[in-house]
């Protein structure tokens, strides 16, 4: 997701190949190997795998971010700001590689004794901040919190299928499924699989994650949470596993995005991710530092919100997306930045599919060429003409209001009255969240990004009652799929459900696909490390950056 959307978002939100330590689990995995780098043709940028390694270790580094996190509890860590800065303080059970591959995490071994048991042997001796020791019951606590339907965990979903979980030793947890979830053993890489200590939580109470320590694992521990301006994260050198690079890092909020590029001009700050579209050309022409793009697993989408007026007939539907100039917009709104899509998948996210597979999943998707005439004819035969349709926007991010302006441009080519509606910045996410947010708005920009390696993860989204099933889309075929897609650990049967998912949601144009679009990260010419990939979502990437001299 861009600051366009919260990952599935609230669950927005892959992946995954695990380690010979989780052989047992090898079912599961063989699908999720991670994307093939080739998978994803940019037409207009150089996919890189990685940024240069680090040379040295460094006193500090400074990172700007779009907005300040509203809270650092791994339960509403489900977007953008708050998962760069905690993938760096909270560890989870697994982890996700900068290749977007499944590795042991917390758990030194996952094992998958039977269809509906997961059993976690944690690492031993394993600190938290505070200098105590990780036990199985820290890791039920946990967990535990994600469950709770109190908490109203942004993760909650994850754990649908959760009957119960049980420490059964000391280093030990075992997960007890009411059915077969191949889903739930891919998102104990995410935030979902956080563990933290259970008495410092439990010390924090409500303040827990707005302020003090986390009380987490990883390679760094909060230090001062400058309200408004900034986080200052320090280096743990009590940490379990490789130490960090740099002895503190510095997250700056920076919510305009021209602040923001000039920050990085300056020097003020050391670089950062989602990087505003129009300061592409800037910050690669201006030679502070290098812009890398790297593998995004996001699609940039029209998010159909209201199937109640004239977009509830699939040939409106058809009808807009035929008119829609995909490149036009790539070339403004993402800066060349992506290729065109018919799919609202990504292709990374089918890289370990049978050929077979792919193909089935891809061949006769959503036409991408324009097709005016057609579209002109859509419109009339559904008696749409003139019919009004309010399309929202944000001065977020040029990929947003660009959007915006594109899909309205393609409704007055061909007869339908798109009216924008703009929303300001800091209340866009409510679209995600709140109906209320929603109402009279019949569609809007979504730039949606899977958190595991497994094309469910956005197609799931049309199930009947799932979170971003916003314009109440029900089909019972649809949803028998879903539910044989996540009962099945085979990554090949799993992806051949898949693709008639992926058929249906193209033929129906539940969203409407637009673009694939790569992840952007500026470094400038004092440090290096930081992986090109989304994995800096789940993965500790900031321990990685040093010195590039």
């Known amino acids: 997701m861009t600051p366009t959307a919260p990952a599935r978002r609230a669950t927005a939100r892959g992946r995954l190949v695990l380690a010979t330590a989780l052989l047992a689990a090898a079912a599961l995995v063989a699908a999720c190997s991670g994307p093939p780098h080739s998978g994803s043709d940019q037409s207009a940028v150089q996919l890189s ?66 269809p509906t048991t997961w059993v976690y042997d944690l690492r031993s001796g394993v600190h938290f901040h505070d200098g105590t020791v990780m036990t199985a019951d820290d890791v039920v606590y946990s967990l535990g919190r994600q469950m709770n339907p109190d908490n109203a965990a942004a993760w909650n979903q994850v754990f649908q299928n959760v009957d119960t979980v049980t420490a059964t030793g000391p280093l ?18 995410t935030a979902a699989g956080v563990v933290a200590a259970k008495a410092g939580v439990e010390a924090a109470g409500k303040d827990y994650g707005t302020s003090g ?32 690079k740099s002895k503190k890092v510095v997250f700056s909020f920076l919510t305009d995005s021209s602040a923001r590029t000039n920050a990085m001009l300056t020097g003020d700050v050391d670089g950062g991710y989602l990087i505003p579209t129009e300061s592409y050309d800037r910050l690669k022409k201006n030679g502070p530092g290098t812009l890398y793009f790297g593998e995004g697993l996001s699609t ?54 049978p050929d077979d597979v792919r193909k089935s999943a891809f061949d006769g998707l959503t036409p991408t060429a324009q097709d005016i005439d057609k579209a002109k004819a859509l419109v009339k035969e559904a008696g749409a003409s003139g019919k009004p349709l309010v399309m929202a926007t944000s001065t977020i991010g040029q ?15 061909i007869g339908l ?43 799931v989204n049309f199930k009947t009652g799932a979170y971003q099933n916003f314009a109440g889309y029900s089909d019972k075929t649809y949803d028998d799929l879903v539910d044989q897609a996540t009962a099945e650990y085979d990554p090949a049967k799993r992806g051949a459900i898949e693709a008639k998912l992926q058929q ?8 409407i696909p637009v673009a694939e679009w790569p992840t952007a990260v500026f470094l400038n010419k004092r ?9 800096y979502m789940y993965y500790p990437w900031a321990a990685d950056v040093g010195a590039a001299r």
């Open 49 to 114: 795998a990685d940024t240069p390694p680090a040379k040295g270790e460094l006193d500090s580094f400074t990172w700007a971010t779009y907005a300040e996190p509203p809270t650092l509890d791994y339960l509403q860590a489900f977007d953008y700001p708050q998962n760069t800065v905690l993938a760096n303080v909270c560890e989870s059970l697994m982890r996700w590689t900068p290749q977007l591959t499944l590795a042991p995490g917390l758990a030194e071994k996952a094992s998958n004794p039977d």
């Open 172 to 189: 030990q947890v075992t997960v007890k499924l009411k059915q077969p979830d191949s889903q739930f053993p891919q998102y104990m890489a």
């Open 213 to 244: 320590s986390l009380d987490c694992t990883g390679p760094f521990k909060m230090g001062t949470w400058a309200k408004g301006q900034s986080i200052e994260l320090q280096r743990f050198d009590g940490y379990w596993g490789t130490k960090a």
């Open 300 to 353: 940039v989408n029209v998010n159909v919100t209201n199937m109640q007026g004239p977009l509830g007939d699939l040939r409106v539907r058809q009808a807009l997306s035929l008119a829609l100039d995909r490149s036009g917009f790539i070339k403004t709104g993402l800066a060349g930045a992506g290729t065109v899509t018919g799919s609202l998948t990504t292709k990374a996210a089918w890289g370990t599919a």
């Open 399 to 413: 990929d947003v209001s660009l959007l915006a302006t594109a899909v309205q441009a393609a409704g007055t080519k």
């Open 417 to 459: 009255d798109i009216q924008l509606k703009t929303i300001a910045p800091n209340a866009f996410t409510a679209l995600f969240t709140d109906a209320k947010a929603r109402e009279g708005i019949d569609m809007f920009p979504e730039t949606y990004y899977d958190s595991i390696t497994d094309p469910l993860d956005l197609l």
């Open 504 to 511: 249906t949601a193209s033929q129906q144009l539940l969203w």
């Open 527 to 535: 440090i290096t490390g930081a992986p090109t990939t989304i994995s």
